[in-house]
């Protein structure tokens, strides 16, 4: 049995930690670390901003010597020649964004609401890994699925089909075409690859709305479809706009997939079998020459400047949106 | 017909739709997984994977791909160490020193938004930055900008999984009289088996991603021996492999996109099973 005395309480008092008599050097220690962490912090909060402004200076030569509305409206493109029209690039990027978002956004978010609303959590934790596997696949992967599946289907199946039975009446859908490399190609693969990015936010974004208001939705007689469609045009409807918005930015930005099934061709294309050439493929593409010609290595700065802006709009609006969704 | 039959036929067919969506994402995969394995292993050899490409490779001559594994997993095994040097101070300064939730949702913006930007982007903007530097296309600027593509979902995916640590531990911690600094610890620990799912994920990206090292990590048939080297990458094999006119040689390029694939698989195996697994001895 040990006696207490006055010398083990006086030891007990070392434990008590007095927060403004810490041990100097424990303290150094905690101030030291907080500080290098916070300069990490501005690191990453700065990246953007470097980011923009070395992309900046890097196209300054172009930017200045060519009106910015000619560099956007030309639609020459002869870097030889002197000749930097940006328009068939951003034709190129806009029309086979859109035709990826007209393949993939409904689906994405009929899969996302079934996803949030429908499953059963034992379901859900079935497909999510599915959705996973679909965002991790590579981009180089999906090119070549393009190449070895979709472009001959387009060539041998779709192409035909659609000159043959709306071609005559809608020169959009004649076949302008016969590689089956294009626009559309392009388009399918880009709507397969953003697919999961919309299911994830549409998921995300719903889960989000408090279970109550569904639950009184029900008692009052509602089925849960017409529950679900309250919830989703009342309360999420921004939020699941955002979800659309990021895909679309995704499919703007997205290179290697796209450069391998979409013709690269600068010319404006006038049909969905039509060859584009999409700006990430512009600069992939001609990465090893642009130094050997004046200003082409300053164009192509331009082009990712350009890519650079337009995401980070799309990106910066569509989350700020879902922040608020969420809250 | 009754408006509450019209109501239940509504409800069935968006029902099925949406049933429908799903099942041709999951077809849509396997038809990827059927195509790239069926093609794949026409030409897939153990000479494909352990060897190096031999002096005629790209007119059909033999050798491998090895120089592309290796130079890969040497690219993302890098980037992620590097961003992960970056990701854990960053994170765990929200978690611990910031007080105010201001910063904290400043930070999450910017890291979704860094997310978002394209990989094309950050590889024009490292090729900039060598340039700038006097810097060749070599495997520590491949690592550099790579890094740079992961950093984003490491440091997002980590500050979930930080998020997720009960609040009543850094109460506690705390109240023991810690530093901030001895707090964090204490949630590395708890957050470890998470993180480790972090830098699965990002690895898995760092192996797949081609755009931003396309400038950045050059390309070349040896194996990678300096940091100051260019080196080879998977998803650059497959697409110069592709872009030859010779069909053995494109049979390769089928080859290499089922290794790529396959490590990508398993990696997601290990980051799934990880998630399950890993967590037992956590606090929840």
């Known amino acids: 049995m040990e006696v207490i005395t006055k010398e083990t309480i006086r030891s007990d008092k070392i434990i008590k930690v007095n927060p403004f008599k810490l041990n100097p050097w424990r303290r150094l220690k905690d101030l030291l670390s907080g500080g290098l962490m916070s300069i990490v912090i501005t690191a990453i909060l700065a990246l953007i901003l470097i980011m923009g402004m070395l992309l900046l200076v890097r196209s300054w030569p172009i930017m200045s010597t060519y009106p910015l509305r000619e560099l956007l409206t030309s639609t020459t493109w002869r870097p030889t020649r002197g000749e930097f029209g940006f328009a068939p690039f951003i034709v190129g990027s806009l029309t086979v964004t859109l035709i990826a978002g007209f393949i993939a956004v409904i689906p994405a978010l009929l899969s996302g609401i079934y996803l949030a609303e429908y499953t059963s959590r034992r379901s859900r934790s079935r497909l999510k890994p599915l959705l996973d596997l679909l965002v991790g696949i590579p981009s180089v992967v999906y090119g070549l699925w393009g190449i070895l599946f979709i472009v001959p289907l387009i060539r041998d199946h779709a192409g035909p089909w659609s000159d043959r039975v709306l071609g005559g009446t809608f020169p959009f859908f004649a076949r302008t075409n016969p590689s089956g490399y294009g626009l559309l190609a392009g388009g399918f693969v880009l709507g397969v690859m953003i697919f999961p990015i919309i299911v994830a936010v549409t998921d995300e974004v719903l889960r989000n709305v408090p279970r109550e208001m569904r639950e009184s939705l029900q008692a009052l007689g509602a089925t849960r479809w017409e529950a679900t469609k309250v919830v989703v045009f009342k309360a999420s409807l921004p939020g699941v706009l955002a979800a659309v918005v990021l895909g679309f930015s995704r499919a703007f930005g997205e290179t290697l997939a796209v450069m391998m099934v979409v013709g690269n061709n600068p010319n404006i294309p006038a049909s969905l079998f039509d060859t584009a050439y999409p700006l990430p493929a512009l600069i992939a593409n001609n990465y090893s020459e642009m130094m050997s010609i004046p200003m082409y290595d300053s164009a192509l700065m331009g082009a990712a400047l350009l890519l650079l802006v337009v995401i980070l709009f799309f990106n910066v609006v569509a989350r700020l949106t879902i922040m608020r969704v969420s809250r | ?284």
């Open chain 2, 1 to 284: 017909m009754s408006i509450k039959r019209r109501r239940k036929i509504e409800e069935f067919i968006f029902v099925w739709l949406m049933r429908l969506a799903l099942t041709s994402a999951a077809l849509v995969l396997g038809l990827i997984l059927v195509i790239i394995t069926s093609r794949g292993l026409q030409a897939l050899s153990w000479e494909m994977i352990s060897q190096p490409p031999g002096a005629a490779f790209y007119l059909g001559g033999g050798g491998g791909i090895l120089n592309a594994i290796v130079g890969s997993l040497y690219l993302a095994a890098g980037a992620t160490l590097l961003a992960l040097g970056i990701a854990i101070p960053a994170v765990m300064y929200l978690h611990t020193y910031a007080r105010n939730s201001r910063l904290r949702h400043v930070v999450r913006l910017v890291l979704d938004v860094l997310w978002g930007i394209p990989s094309i982007v950050y590889g024009a903007f490292g090729f900039a930055l060598m340039i700038l530097m006097g810097l060749r296309a070599s495997l520590l600027a491949g690592i550099i900008v790579l890094a740079l593509v992961v950093l984003p979902i490491l440091a997002r995916t980590f500050d979930e999984v930080l998020s997720l640590s009960p609040k009543e531990l850094t109460e506690a911690t705390l109240a023991m009289g810690t530093t901030r600094l001895e707090l964090l610890w204490v949630l590395l620990r708890q957050s470890l088996p998470g993180l480790f799912t972090a830098v699965l994920l990002a690895f898995s990206r760092a192996i797949g991603d081609a755009a931003s090292v396309l400038f950045t990590a050059g390309y070349t048939d040896s194996l990678p021996d300096s940091l100051l080297r260019p080196v080879a990458s998977l998803p650059l094999a497959v697409f110069f492999q592709l872009g030859t006119p010779f069909p053995e040689v494109q049979a390769r390029a089928h080859a290499s996109a089922l290794v790529l694939t396959a490590i990508i698989l398993f990696i997601s195996l290990l980051a799934h099973l990880s998630m399950t697994r890993l967590g037992r001895n956590v606090i929840r």
